[in-house]
């Protein structure tokens, strides 16, 4: 290995029946991070001869239009390079049983894809080549862009999508939202020279990390991945997600959809980062509130009352920030009653928190679920992938079990009681008017919980 690498071995040789002993998920086998500030992950999980590659790259979208540029950098990144034509670039991922494909969201590029093992070292290198120098040219270029433009009008007419975007004003405000939310316009007029201002800010080494989990050497993976990748530029510095600030709770914001059948309610409420030592307390008190099929609104709404057909509550998490989120999709003739029962599950959280049985049965639920989730090498991967994003360990998924149970059941009362306050929820709803009447709050728009 080359210098300028930190490198940090996990168990690399007693791994495999150290976690099998306790039923824990897998220790990572390796974490280095090379001189230009690539991060690589590398777990041996000899299944099949096959092995997961996720790359994550995080940027911040400073102005209107980054996160559209970005999204068009991703659907062009794999399609040929500076010095390979897209069907070069295709036919030599194909000759490997290799595939893969990239994305953006508001706050990070990904490249998700596997190859047979014995390709690994040579599909690398067509990564290596792919973000060092994608083709951007116009005729590469103008059908993509065509495409991302279509497909996000598409989607801007979908419920969820009206809530979601709806609901990122809710909680940050109009300057946010116009950052973090990609338009048809912006994705239509994105330039070649845009795409390259963007590949030179936004995709660089620093801060990225390569995780590959499957049959693999670790030792030898590594000095294949420093070789192929140590001279990818790190990129500006400070190129890292903002931290989203809190948000206030209040009225939800009525987005109309006339003739609407369905009402569709999103609630949020700031909450602890993965991050914090309080998030096994409250990631167990939202299941014993929403967020398993045993869970009390899923036991009142769905199969008492019967108002909603897809609901539940989770915990959104992004580098530095977690939100508690609430949704529910119910028949716009049960929107208001809907609303009631979402309120009366959040107040007895407090007035009666959760108890004993709840919390066991929540835990393993929690481990189980985790560890069912986690059992293939192509989803290992991308857990891991996605937890590194938001800061923590490598090891994190290896020390979930031991984490859920060495949580009190008076830690996971206090976790109900300070954050399920109805009070501190904002939303939104989106149904017809007729569906919201009776909760407006006179002609601002608002509606109340």
Known sequence: MTGGAAKKLLGYGSRPEASAGQGRLPLPDADLTLGNGLRVVVCSAPVVPLVEIRLTVPYAAMAPGEVAHCQLLAELLLRGTAHRSADDHDAALAAHGATLDASADARKITVTGHTMAD????????????????????????PERERLARRIRLATHQPAALAQHALLRRRYGEERAARWQPTPEQAAACTRDDLARVHARHLGARNAVLVLVGDLEPEETLASVTELFEAWQPGPEGDVPEVPPWFPGGPLRHVDRPGAVQSVIRLAAPALPRTDPGYPALHLAQLVFGGSFASRLVARLREDKGYAYQLGSGVESVP????????????????????????????????????????????????????????????????LANLLHVGVGADWLHNWGPLLDGVSHDQVGEAARRFFRPADFTGVVVADERAVAPLRNGATGEVSL
Do not use: F, K, N, Q
Not at 326 to 345: G, S
Not at 358 to 365: H, K, L, Q, T, V
Not at 375 to 380: E, V
């Open 119 to 142: 390709g690994l070292p040579a599909v690398l290198a067509l990564l290596a080549e792919a973000v060092g120098g994608p083709r951007l040219t116009e005729e590469a270029v103008a």
């Open 320 to 383: 530095g920030a977690s939100t508690l989120m609430v949704e529910a999709d119910t028949a716009a003739e049960h929107t208001v009653e809907a609303l009631a029962v979402i309120r009366e599950e959040l107040e007895r959280m407090a007035a009666d928190p959760p108890s004993a049985r709840e919390i066991d049965a929540a835990r393993s639920y929690a481990a189980g679920s985790t560890a069912t989730a986690m059992s293939t090498p192509g989803a290992l991967a991308s857990g």
